[in-house]
């Protein structure tokens, strides 16, 4: 039987899209095979300290991104290698404990000036500056499935980073392109650019 741990299975993506030409300024990724590793760890612990993030905030770490999506919770988003640096820096003494997500959720950038009048349709969230300023993380229903939303523009026009769990990948996906159609969104082919 092999080790899962030194020989992890391949990636497989819970979406399948038809790709189209990225004429236009609003597009969809399906960044799905970006790994995913989620944080928890006390209050008191060395390792909170250095993930140095508040809840509901993002901040960069080399070319990962560590995300305060809950008390006492990070997700850590990066290539391969990128992600697992910060995990690995990390003092683990005390309350800490490390899950690799990356093949159980679904991630999607969606980027273009009109995304949010694509999330209005499908979320009830305000999308104004105010509310969701670059770097803030929320949890939301989006077309009525649970998830986890980062504004990462990254230098980017305004941009989304959003998660849920694998089993809703493909409907989810499904209902970000029938939201933005009227926008003229083009889904382009999956991505680790962060």
């Known amino acids: ?14 979406v399948v899209a038809d790709y189209t030409d990225a004429d236009g300024d609003l597009t969809l990724t399906d960044m799905s095979s970006v790994t995913k590793l989620l944080v928890r760890a006390g209050d008191d612990t060395a390792a909170a300290h250095d993930l140095a993030v508040a809840f509901g905030r993002t901040r960069p770490a080399g070319d990962a ?29 005390g309350h800490v404990s490390v899950v690799d997500h990356t093949h159980a959720r679904a991630l999607f950038r969606l ?12 979320c009830s969230l305000d999308w104004a ?13 989006v077309a009525k499935v649970v998830c986890d939303i980062v504004r990462h523009d990254g230098g980017r026009a305004r941009s989304y980073l ?5 089993s809703f990948g493909q ?12 926008h003229a969104l083009a889904v382009i082919p999956p991505s680790l650019d962060f």
């Open 1 to 14: 039987m092999a080790d899962p741990l030194v020989n992890p299975p391949a990636f497989e993506s819970p």
């Open 65 to 93: 991104l560590i995300c305060g999506q809950r008390p006492s919770e990070w997700m850590v988003l990066g290539p391969a290698g990128a992600a697992e640096a910060v995990v690995d820096s990390l003092d683990r003494t």
């Open 111 to 122: 980027t273009g000036e009109t995304s949010t009048r694509v999330l209005e349709k499908i």
């Open 129 to 141: 500056d105010e509310m969701t300023p670059d770097g803030a993380v929320v949890s939301a229903s």
């Open 162 to 166: 959003i998660a849920c769990d694998r």
């Open 171 to 182: 409907y989810l996906f499904d209902a970000i392109v029938d939201a933005g159609t009227e």
